[in-house]
């Protein structure tokens, strides 16, 4: 027996003439799953956030909503079409700036904020499983994008290192599962993992 884990999009934050918005993936988007954002470059997507819900709608709109406030990080708009980051906004993290201040700033991160709501592509995976399997999938599969003693795994320094991941504990059974993508996503494998 294995889990299946099989993403669609790519999606889009906002209305797009090429792709769809992801508030309508109704039928995957109301279910728990993981989620992965990225843009779209020439040799494929770059993914710089991978995460997991037990409500992906509500999740995605936390993550949608914390952007258009500024809360999150904010990225020179051309080098994040690039894959680079390049910090001009440190949002909320580690308590750098507080909500109000990010309001007070959000007519001029205005602009790089739109750029990157235009630029994010997002995948969806819905998962039934139980929420510890889905947490551990979830860490297997940003294993490999991730920062690990002095270097980056798949050399993808756009990927959020921000994220504590929870993978299987050695007193846990492995699971094993397939991955399904419907485009090239940089630094993942369609085919059987263990998590």
Known sequence: MHTEV???GPFSWIKQASLPEIWQATGLIE??????????????????????SKSLFERLSTHYEKTRRGEYRVFEPDAFARGERVQIWPGVFRNAKT?????????QLWPAIQAKLRSTRLFIAPLDCDPRTRVRIEAEIAQPLQWKGGRWRAANPFQDDTVCYRP?????AAVECRL????PIMGLREGTFWA
């Open 6 to 8: 099989q993403f669609s």
């Open 168 to 172: 299987k504990t050695a007193s846990e």
């Open 31 to 52: 279910r728990p799953g993981i989620y992965v954002m990225t843009i779209a470059l020439p040799a494929g997507h770059l993914p710089y956030y991978v995460g997991e």
């Open 99 to 107: 909500p109000a201040q990010c309001k007070a700033a959000l007519p």
């Open 180 to 183: 399904t993508l419907p485009a």
